[in-house]
């Protein structure tokens, strides 16, 4: 079992970090705009950082992320017992399943299932804050698929815009449509797919979907 941490410690771990931070802050050219564009990614990054850590005990999934409609292939997608929660909240309009009753009156945990079963199954796509990137890291906020949900941590394949490389082009997927996306292609570099925690999702952000081919791609490369 690890020792707790000593008030002492705290102080001089907070004191030192505060320390460096003042001598990075005090090296930055403010005359050169890539280095006033640096500086300012990474102090939006801290503040948010500091955001996913101080909400972490807390975080609940909003009412507002339960999809106001359901198409027919996603419910006819889910196993019996949870179409039979659907139907609690749900109701056939011909044309797929709308909500019927206001979102804040669906209980915690059926909130959750709902959420989980379309905005965050596999083959959605999210808005992800990835973070601050050094050098050629990826980071920053950027759509990503979801591959695999693991109810509190996503497996995810970030989009981007940018054309690959001749060098990368193997390990890229290109994308030609997000349902429920402005249309454009984007592609998926296989080698940066990773794990992220949910906090890093933009719950209040638009959702959109892929198609199943575009994820049997990414099978195939990754």
């Known amino acids: 079992m690890k020792e707790p941490v000593s008030m002492a410690e705290l102080e001089n771990d907070c ?6 931070l003042g ?7 403010t005359g ?3 280095g006033m564009k640096l500086m300012r ?12 850590v101080s909400s972490e005990q807390d975080f609940t999934m909003p009412w507002s992320a339960v999809p106001g409609k359901v198409s027919v292939h996603d419910f006819f997608w889910l196993n019996e017992d949870k179409q039979a929660l659907f139907r609690r909240y749900y109701r056939d309009d011909g044309s797929g399943f709308a909500l019927a009753v206001k979102r804040q009156d669906i209980p915690p945990a059926d909130k959750d299932v709902i959420i989980h079963n379309t905005v965050l199954r596999r083959g959605c796509v999210v808005w992800v804050e990835f973070g601050y990137n050094i050098g050629v890291e990826f980071g920053g906020r950027h759509p990503a698929i979801i591959l695999r949900n693991n109810r509190d941590s996503l497996l995810v394949a970030p989009l981007s815009s940018q054309a690959p490389s001749p060098a990368t082009a193997a390990h890229n997927v290109a994308v030609h449509n997000v349902y429920g996306f402005p249309k454009k292609t984007r592609y998926v570099n296989v080698l940066r797919t990773r794990w992220i925690s949910l906090l890093r999702v933009d719950m209040q952000g638009s959702f959109g979907s892929v198609k199943g081919s575009v994820l049997s791609e990414i099978n195939a490369k990754a």
């Not at 004191?15 to 460096?20: D, G, K, P, S, V």
């Not at 990614?41 to 996913?52: I, N, S």
Request: proline content about 4%; overall charge negative.
């Open 32 to 34: 050169s705009p890539n």
């Open 23 to 29: 001598e990075y802050l005090s090296t930055v050219d």
């Open 41 to 52: 990614a990474y102090m939006q990054w801290v503040r948010l950082k500091t955001d996913l």
């Open 15 to 20: 004191a030192a970090a505060q320390e460096r």
